[in-house]
């Protein structure tokens, strides 16, 4: 989820039952698509969400046929069900789950062809513990993937999806987030082995997508190297359109900056303000005040959806003498130079918001970040203290980092 906005198609719908379906279709449209599911141990209402993949980008989009209305459903007894009429022959689709007000942070990537039906089962609010069933050739060698990983990491992601909802005070936090990370790391050792083997197709590219994100935050560069050989079996791409996710597996596993880390000092870039002004990010070195740099975009939904604005606003309301706060704004140039300037579409903080008019790829990738929501702590000095990427957790770094 990057630099494109996510585009909801929001439009009148005739829903009967369990299934969404438009009171009349074309005559020359495909067939509907059927994706049925039971999942357990999930709150009575929980929204069931359907994207589909935009281009060969990373981003999914809602609102898949707008004679459907949104491809969605509400979970009842556990059970959900929604038909759509897709409209052209792409299979790419990822399903999430949004209770309350915010989507989930996870999503389940899977393969579904016009005319069919997909079954899915799971248990718990982490979409990457489900299962999905169908007749796609696709998603039988995706479900080939996952039947290799249950069997070399047995319960590996019930681990993520305790680690998702475990909080300092219980216990288990400590012993439960070194589990992970040793489980993260025994993920990227079996999927590097048993990728080694397997040809290359779409599933293949979000697998080496996914080895690469541990291997950007593990830093592990043994594991970085033998991934790394793994991308001989893709095609080249010049540019993220010609297919993301191999574009961002070869960023993370080939980087062309090595990560900072805590403890060192700020790397300085070239920014620019909303009224094109040029910066850099150490001119808040030495002003005597601390620095919250985030990482962020203003057209990724969930990236909005989980930024914990009340806390921002807050900080910057009673704590603006102490410490400075600057919102690296990760969207590509067309939407920063366009619709960005528009306060009204997408909101404006009262503090810094720069942008790089590149797409942020190098200073994300010097610092370790993706899109957002990230948080770094940076002492006066510009020497940075600590770094989270569980919004939940900013109220109480900057307590720890700040002191306020």
Wanted: aromatic share 12%; net charge neutral; hydrophobic share 30%.
């Amino acid at each position: 989820m990057k630099s494109i906005i996510l585009l909801i198609c929001f439009v009148s719908a005739s829903i009967g039952g369990w299934a969404q379906e438009s009171k009349t279709e074309k005559k020359d449209s495909l067939p509907p698509i059927v994706i049925e599911g039971t999942l357990e141990r999930m709150p009575e209402d929980t929204e069931i969400w359907i994207w589909k993949r935009s281009g060969k980008t990373i981003t999914y989009n809602s609102g898949i046929t707008c004679n459907n209305g949104e491809t969605k459903d509400s979970l009842r007894n556990g059970k959900f069900r929604i038909v759509f009429t897709p409209r052209d022959n792409n299979d790419e689709y990822r399903v999430s789950a949004k209770y309350g007000a915010s989507f989930s942070r996870h999503g389940l990537y899977f393969y579904a062809s016009p005319g069919t039906t997909t079954t899915i089962t799971g248990v718990g609010v982490h979409e990457e513990n489900w299962y999905v069933k169908n007749d796609n050739p696709r998603q039988i060698e995706a479900n080939e993937y996952r039947a290799y990983l249950d069997e070399k990491i047995p319960g590996y992601w019930d681990l993520k999806r305790r680690n998702d909802w475990i909080s300092e005070d219980d216990d288990d936090y400590y012993s439960v987030k070194k589990k992970v990370k040793k489980a993260d790391s025994l993920y990227v050792e079996r999927m590097t082995e048993f990728m080694q083997d397997r040809e290359y197709s779409p599933v293949f590219e979000k697998y080496i997508f996914q080895i690469s994100r541990y291997i950007l935050f593990s830093r592990n560069k043994a594991q970085r190297e033998k991934a790394a050989k793994l991308l001989a079996k893709t095609p080249k791409v010049e540019n993220r359109w010609d297919n993301e996710f191999i574009y961002e597996a070869r960023r993370d596993l080939m980087p062309k900056f090595e990560r900072l880390k805590i403890g060192d000092k700020l790397h300085d870039f070239v920014l620019y303000d909303h009224q094109d002004k040029e910066h850099h990010l150490t001119e808040f070195n030495g002003n005597g005040k601390f620095l919250l740099l985030e990482f962020n975009s203003r057209t990724c939904v969930p990236c909005v959806e989980h930024r914990p604005i009340e806390v921002l606003n807050n900080l910057y309301k009673n704590h603006s003498d102490k410490v400075d706060m600057l919102m690296v704004n990760c969207d590509a140039p067309y939407f920063w130079n366009i619709e960005c300037k528009d306060p009204n579409k997408y909101g404006r903080d009262p503090w810094h918001e720069w942008n790089d008019k590149k797409g942020a790829e190098d200073i994300m990738q010097r610092y370790g970040s993706q899109t957002g929501p990230c948080f770094f702590f940076v002492s006066p000095d510009g020497t940075i203290l600590g770094k989270i990427t569980d919004e939940r957790r900013l109220e109480e770094s900057i307590k720890k980092y700040f002191g306020v």
